[in-house]
């Protein structure tokens, strides 16, 4: 997901249901950097219901993004031994086939062909967080985009679905009409209380959306709730506990006294983000002054004079992912990391998965960082299997500080069976992106009070001590085109041998069937006879 500071305008729900155990909720939002904004809620009610219960004891994360893909990266803990495996295996057809029935997605198609086992990129959520690799799955289907068919049974799983708090923002016409959105659901097991002794099931919903009102022919970096989503917030929802939204106000390059944000915010709060120093002015939706004046909310920064576009930060881990080459038969697939730290060095997983039909060269496997080959410390390969299942290249690579770290493979395009090509098999073909995970130095370090006193950060933006935090980074997809054979010669020649057929076998049929009758002429009656009599008179030839 993009973090908040990379996007001009940023938006994001978020709702967590335990079932079986206490139920509370609330409702919040966030909005982004100056300029942009985002939103969050955070709420807990019914129903985390048979995903969660097929998932056996683990955790589920499945993705949509506008940007073509959706990832499901699943856990599992189905015990050991040697049937292990075809048991998570097939807890993960059913998990995948019953996730696909419950968001109207195309999850159903999630098979050996596009999952692989991680070792070191995933690891189980919740209770079940282990070590063993075996009983993990991950799967991308890259071909495929969210649609309005999968908002809607997502916002019914929200406690008040989307006629209460934050969800009356999530309008489909205006969600899919932004630059960018996506949409996750994520379930891991939790204990509900402090001695562990019972389980629950925890269900968090997150919802992403980027709106660039600047670079869309505005030309103003004002905002607003009714701006973005036509619509604003009227009530919070019943079963809310804490309904927040956060507006990002951070000062930057001392032009703080240059915003304005109205209504006047009920409090100010200050948070560790990402490595950053944030000031965030709260309005919290269930103070009952907040509504005293206007029976709705609309949140709008101003700025108090015209801005020029300034460039958008350059965050400290980012990649960038194309197919280099050229013709039909080989190719080469290219990765960019970037590390803008200017003195801290770290080091970055990269999880690579390939489709069978792109045959990788692992011989040709480089990597450099400015100008010098970067030996990576740690590599995991699994060759594809023809029709069975993808690569996987998993590797450890230390990134140095302020640098450019380049990986290039070389690959062979696959000659599919005519069967197995889509609809549209010039459009190409969809790689699913990289996954990069890294724990990223921060720039200003986070204390024991910032992690107790802002939790919702926290859990949206997680950090295992105060001097880092964790990422996890999705390139762009690939499109690869393959020797494509010419679809219309089928047509062709079916015409043809119809032709033929019907010309040549039609007109010897006909001379084999049909039967000839000779009619002997009549002389005709006696009206003939009398006019031929008559015009034998005046010498006119007979009839």
Same mark, same amino acid.
């Given at each position: 997901m993009a973090p908040p500071e990379a996007a001009p305008l940023a938006a994001r729900a978020e709702?967590?249901?335990?079932?079986?155990?206490?139920?509370?909720?609330?409702?919040?939002?966030?909005?982004?950097?100056?300029?942009?904004? %985002?939103?969050?809620?955070?709420?807990?009610?019914?129903?985390?219901?048979?995903?969660?219960?097929?998932?056996?004891?683990?955790?589920?994360?499945?993705?949509?993004?506008?940007?073509?893909?959706?990832?499901?990266?699943?856990?599992?803990?189905? %015990?050991?031994?040697?049937?292990?495996?075809?048991?998570?295996?097939?807890?993960?057809?059913?998990?995948?086939?019953?996730l696909s029935g419950i968001f109207c997605a195309s999850l159903n198609f999630i098979d050996s062909t596009n999952t692989v086992i991680p070792t070191a990129s995933f690891k189980p959520l919740g209770l079940a967080n282990g070590t063993d690799h075996h009983l993990l799955r991950y799967a991308v289907l890259p071909r495929e985009v969210v649609c309005t068919e999968n908002l809607t049974p997502w916002k019914k799983l929200l406690p008040c679905g989307s006629k209460a708090g934050l969800a009356v923002l999530l309008k489909a016409e205006r969600l899919f009409h932004s630059s960018y959105h996506s949409q996750?659901?994520?379930?891991? /097991?939790?204990?509900?209380?402090?001695?562990?002794?019972?389980?629950?099931?925890?269900?968090?919903?997150?919802?992403?959306?980027?709106?660039?009102?600047?670079s869309s022919g505005q030309g103003k970096k004002?905002?607003?709730?009714?701006?973005?989503?036509?619509?604003?917030?009227?009530?919070?929802? /019943?079963?809310?506990?804490?309904?927040?939204?956060?507006?990002?106000?951070?000062?930057?390059?001392?032009?703080?006294?240059?915003?304005?944000?109205?209504?006047?915010?009920?409090?100010?709060?200050?948070a560790i983000v990402q490595g950053d120093k944030k000031t965030y002015a709260v309005y919290d939706l269930l103070s009952p002054s907040l509504f005293n004046t206007s029976r709705s909310l609309n949140v709008q920064?101003?700025?108090?004079?015209?801005?020029?576009?300034?460039?958008?930060?350059?965050?400290?881990?980012?990649?960038?992912?194309?197919?280099? %080459?050229?013709?039909?038969?080989?190719?080469?697939?290219?990765?960019?990391?970037?590390?803008?730290?200017?003195?801290?060095?770290?080091?970055v997983i990269l999880l690579e998965t390939v489709p069978w039909y792109l045959r990788l060269y692992v011989h040709t496997l480089t990597i450099t960082t400015k100008g010098k080959e970067n030996k990576p410390?740690?590599?995991?390969?699994?060759?594809a299997q023809d029709r069975r299942r993808p690569h996987l290249l998993e590797m450890l690579i230390q990134l140095p500080a302020n640098s450019v770290t380049k990986i290039t493979i070389q690959f062979e395009r696959a000659l599919l069976k005519w069967t197995e090509y889509p609809p549209d098999p010039n459009h190409g073909f969809y790689v699913g992106?990289?996954?990069?995970?890294?724990?990223?130095?921060?720039?200003?370090?986070?204390?024991?009070?910032?992690?107790?006193?802002? /939790?919702?950060?926290?859990?949206?933006?997680?950090?295992?001590?105060?001097?880092?935090?964790?990422?996890?980074?999705?390139?762009e997809p690939l499109l690869v085109n393959l020797?494509?054979?010419?679809?219309?010669?089928?047509?062709?020649?079916?015409?043809?041998?119809?032709?033929?057929?019907?010309?040549?076998?039609?007109?010897?049929?006909?001379?084999?069937?049909?039967?000839?009758?000779?009619?002997?002429?009549?002389r005709g009656g006696l009206a003939k006879r009398l006019a031929n009599v008559i015009r034998k008179f005046r010498g006119v030839p007979p009839l």
């Open positions: 709702a967590e249901v335990a079932r079986g155990g206490r139920q509370d909720g609330g409702g919040g939002a966030a909005a982004a950097a100056a300029g942009g904004g %985002g939103a969050r809620a955070r709420a807990g009610g019914r129903g985390a219901g048979a995903a969660g219960r097929a998932a056996g004891g683990a955790a589920a994360e499945p993705a949509a993004h506008r940007r073509r893909g959706r990832h499901l990266p699943v856990p599992h803990a189905l %015990g050991h031994g040697p049937a292990a495996g075809r048991s998570v295996d097939k807890a993960w057809k059913e998990l995948s086939n019953i996750a659901v994520h379930i891991r /097991p939790v204990c509900r209380d402090a001695s562990c002794l019972a389980v629950s099931w925890e269900l968090r919903q997150t919802l992403t959306v980027v709106f660039d009102f600047f004002d905002w607003s709730l009714f701006k973005m989503f036509s619509r604003t917030l009227t009530d919070t929802c /019943p079963l809310a506990s804490q309904s927040k939204v956060y507006v990002d106000i951070s000062p930057k390059n001392k032009e703080k006294e240059l915003l304005e944000v109205s209504p006047p915010p009920t409090s100010v709060h200050e920064l101003k700025w108090k004079r015209p801005q020029d576009s300034s460039e958008m930060p350059i965050p400290t881990l980012h990649a960038q992912r194309y197919v280099g %080459g050229y013709g039909l038969q080989t190719g080469e697939i290219c990765t960019l990391i970037y590390n803008t730290h200017p003195y801290r060095a770290f080091p410390s740690y590599i995991h390969y699994q060759p992106s990289s996954v990069l995970s890294a724990l990223v130095p921060s720039v200003t370090a986070m204390k024991d009070m910032d992690v107790e006193q802002s /939790p919702l950060f926290t859990s949206l933006f997680p950090s295992s001590d105060g001097s880092s935090y964790f990422v996890r980074l999705y390139t020797p494509t054979p010419d679809f219309s010669m089928p047509y062709n020649v079916i015409c043809l041998t119809c032709t033929v057929v019907a010309v040549c076998y039609g007109s010897f049929y006909n001379l084999l069937t049909r039967t000839f009758h000779v009619e002997e002429p009549s």
